[in-house]
């Protein structure tokens, strides 16, 4: 039975030195908790908090430094990245799909699992709300189930349901859910989304993430017809395209009728959009992440970001050299399966330089420490605002040629000497 409690800090008192503390992430942070084991945890050593990205962690820190709390990240984020850096917090490099397997086969001990949840319906069910991703399986392997339960927080289908009799703690409070307004799009992230756009066709089922180029991408899609969505996470740019009916999930094999998605994270627009709504199905990400899964689905087309990749094609896409920025994620779940759907086609979209235009992204080798997280024999299409380079079955040379060609043409002269300095091939 559920031991409802009058205080967060009353919700978290049971939490010891050692223990391993899962952390429902996303929007959904239950950041009220958080704040509460930040205080709890002062009267104890080590307790060691797993966790995707997190919203409103900045409490945690007095915690850390001190040793009481061991952040283990699987992702990292603006509050933990310079603790990652300092050594105050550690970095798991591990695709999404993964994690829900590592607490199944209790390759990683989860002791309490900490949540924010919907309130129960008249069956005495809640919901996850707005981030299913590894949490629904840190659920099962638990011995204590601590909820935040929110009357804001969406109602949302699918793995999403949790009952009441599995959370052991519970306290109740209305707080607003953590949200992220749309941007204003660039000139530049606007060219790349058009770039992007011409790679996609009617009834393609897309991957895509949280950002201006996934939103300038979806801008460029509006005559399109029969799109589909099976994603990780999706943002505010799918809500237009649902409305006018480009994404109807009619074409695919794998859910059709449904828009698939592990968590999403926008503005109060997309909350109110998958509140009860059944068309939207919230999945476990061992699931929704699984090769073969992706591969189902036919014209399977997934968009990706990188910091840097090199003239073979390597990508980086967790860290700046060694300072780790965010995560492996599900980028290459995403580009294998991609590349395994009938007709399918993986997409890594970035502009062509960083730093104000200081810096190409596009490099002769990755700085010392870049984690590759796809490798260059999986890399399909790489798109920046000059264009757009396919790989797929090409020789080293010519990788070079047309990564060159749609590097910025400050850098093109630079890149072509350092071509044959680092792989001896002439242009």
């Known amino acids: 039975m559920t031991l409802f409690v009058d205080s967060p800090l009353e919700a978290v008192n049971g939490i010891r030195s050692d223990q391993c503390i899962w952390v429902h992430s996303m929007a959904a942070t239950p950041w009220v908790l958080l704040d509460a084991l930040a205080e709890h945890a002062l009267q104890h050593r080590n307790i060691e908090l797993y966790q995707l990205h997190l919203e409103h962690a900045e409490g945690l820190a007095k915690a850390v430094d001190g040793g009481h709390l061991a952040p283990k990240a699987y992702f990292a984020s603006q509050y933990n990245r310079q603790l990652i850096q300092e050594g105050k917090a550690d970095y798991i490099p591990i695709s999404l799909s993964e994690i829900p397997r590592l607490f199944r086969r209790r390759e990683q001990r989860i002791d309490v699992v900490l949540l924010q949840v919907a309130p129960p319906d008249k069956h005495g069910i809640c919901s996850l709300g707005i981030s299913v991703e590894a ?54 992230n606007r060219q790349i989304g058009q770039q992007v756009a011409t790679l996609i066709n009617n009834g393609d089922c897309l991957q895509m993430g949280i950002g201006d180029i996934p939103d300038a991408t979806l801008a460029c899609l509006h ?26 999930n009619s074409r695919k094999r794998k859910h059709p009728g449904k828009l698939v998605t592990g968590f999403v994270m926008g503005s109060k627009r997309l909350y109110d959009f998958v509140d009860d709504n059944s068309e939207v199905a919230f999945l476990d990400i061992e699931y929704i992440n699984n090769i073969e899964t992706i591969s189902r689905n036919p014209n399977m087309v997934s968009i990706n970001s990188a910091l840097q990749v090199d003239l ?41 330089t960083a730093g104000g235009g200081k810096y190409s992204r596009i490099v002769p080798v990755l700085s010392l420490g870049s984690g590759v997280v796809t490798p260059r024999g999986s890399v399909h299409h790489i798109v920046t605002e000059y264009g757009i380079a396919n790989l797929r ?35």
């Open 312 to 352: 073979t094609g390597q990508i980086c896409a967790d860290s700046l050299g060694t300072h780790i920025y965010s995560g492996v994620g599900g980028q290459l779940d995403f580009v294998m399966g991609s590349n395994l759907s009938d007709h399918g086609r993986s997409i890594l979209a970035f502009p062509s």
């Open 135 to 188: 949490t629904r399986a840190a659920c099962e392997v638990a011995d204590t189930v601590i909820a935040h339960i929110n009357p804001s927080m969406p109602r949302t289908h699918g793995d999403a349901f949790i009952h009441l009799n599995q959370i052991d703690i519970a306290y109740e409070q209305d707080q607003p859910i953590p949200e992220h307004s749309p941007s204003v799009l660039s000139d530049v």
């Open 393 to 427: 079955g090409k020789s080293l040379r010519e990788r070079c040629k047309a990564l060159i060609s749609i590097a910025h043409p400050d850098f093109r002269e630079a890149l072509a000497q350092q071509a044959f300095e680092y792989w001896r091939i002439r242009l």
């Open 223 to 248: 005559h399109h017809k029969h799109l589909g969505i099976h994603t990780e996470m999706f943002s505010d740019g799918v809500i237009p395209l649902c409305e006018s009916g480009v994404i109807d």
